[in-house]
Structure formats: C-alpha cells, structure tokens
C-alpha cells in the first residue's frame, strides 16, 4: 500500500508540474487551478502514505535514507502550502515541484524495506529532532531555489528590480521560517545525544556540519539584520547554506562516517 500511496503522490507532483506550466502556452486560469489541485492531492496521498510507514514500522519513519527522502519532499510541500497560505507565493509551485519530483525520484528505486532501529535511534526525542530539522531543511531548500534564480536573473537582467525584490524578501522570509526548526533540531539533538552517549555533545562530524550549517545562516540572519546584506550578497550565502545542509543531509554519511553513520 505505501508504495501505490507514494508513487501515486508522485504522478500527482508531476502532472502538478505540468499543469503548471500550461498557462506559458495556452491563456485560461483553469490551467493554474488544475495544477493545485493536483498538487494538494498529492500532497494528502503523500501525507497518508508516511503515516502508514509509521504505524507499520511501529516507530517514526525516519531511520533510512528511503525514509528521510520522502519526509523531505514531505516538507518542502508543506512549507509552500503554508507559505501560499500566508503570503500568497503561487510563483513557488514551479520550483517546489520540481524540489519534490527530485526527492521522491532518489528514493523509489531505494531500499523501501522497514529496518529496526539501532538502539541509539530508540529515544522518545526522536520525532521532534527529526521533524524540526526536516520542516526546516524544507524552507531553507526553497530558498536555496529562489536564490540561484534571483542570481540568474540578475546576471541576466531579465526581471525588473521589483520582482527580484520580492524574490529576494521571500527567500528572507523562508529562513527566517526555517532557522528556528534548525536550532530546535539542533537543541534537541544534543539532548537525544546525551541519554543516547552520554554527552551533549560529540563532535561527531554530523553534529559538526549540522553546526557549521547553523552558523552560516546565523551569519546571514545577522549580516541581513544588522549590516543591511540584501541582494546578491544575500543570495551567495543562501547558497552556500543550502550547499552546507545538502553535504550535513547526504555528504556526510558516505564521506564521514561517525555516530550518525546509521542514517
């Protein structure tokens, strides 16, 4: 059932995505409406479909690459949901599909097989550490896509200053958003850590780069607050962040091996 449940979800991303790009062709604003709908669809299946792990592994599911894949893709659909909701963002459909179509892509030719977990993963912390990091990763992804397109455009010169602007200001709001998943992860984490090795802290190189990813964006967050950093400047370091959470998420576990090497 969870494989007919995520391949389904993913059909739907695609001829999301489709229907999305329907109206550079053809003029009528069904097209766009079509494309959310589909969209939404998708995005419950997909919902459906992570809880049914959860309750079949008996656990959360987040212990394999399988897992963490679709909980990403998960993410990046939820936090554009909420931010069409707030802000009325539709021009991010375009970039979270493709995001979501590129996940859920890795992860179906994956190892779908449930695995227990190791004891070290066996900790009622588990979920909110997950959940948090992955909510965040989800925004700063989208950020990371708003980024390059606002550096392409501005070499370019193919948008006016006002849309890039907006670019600019929404690729803020998504790190605002997701920074503070990323310190709660972290925090607790270091608690999880602690009942698991008895320390808070290891420096094992997952925690190292989780930390580095943390300290490029709080460097972004201060040089936006305080330094007045907009624009190009902004965008090279959204990048460079993203770069840093890809290597912490994937990177790490096959360059690195360390406590996390589980994962």
Known sequence: MNDILLKTAFILYLASGIFFCAPLFFRSNIWDEIARLLLKTGFILHSVMVGVRWYEAGRPPFASMYEALILFAWAVILVYLIFELAYRVRFLAIPVNILALIFLSVALPSDSTIKALVPA???????????????????????????????????????????????????????????????????????????????????????????????????????????????????????????????????????????????
Not at 184 to 205: F, K, L, R, V
């Open 121 to 263: 993963l066996q900790s009622r912390w588990m979920s909110v550490h997950v959940i948090t990091y992955f909510v965040g990763y989800g925004a700063l992804s989208i950020a990371f896509v708003l980024s390059a397109i606002y550096l392409l455009s501005a070499n370019q010169k193919r948008l006016d200053q006002l849309r890039l602007g907006t670019l600019d200001e929404i690729t803020y709001r998504l790190i605002i958003f997701g920074f503070p998943f990323l310190t709660i992860g972290m925090t607790t984490g270091s608690i999880w850590a602690n009942s698991a090795w008895g320390s808070y802290w290891n420096w094992d190189p997952k925690e190292t780069c989780s930390l580095i990813t943390w300290l490029v964006y709080a460097v972004y967050l201060h040089a936006r607050l305080l330094k007045g950093w907009k624009h190009k400047r902004a965008a090279y370091l959204s990048l460079l962040g993203f770069l840093v959470t890809l290597f912490t998420f994937v990177g790490v576990n096959f360059i690195l091996p360390g406590l996390h090497s589980y994962s």
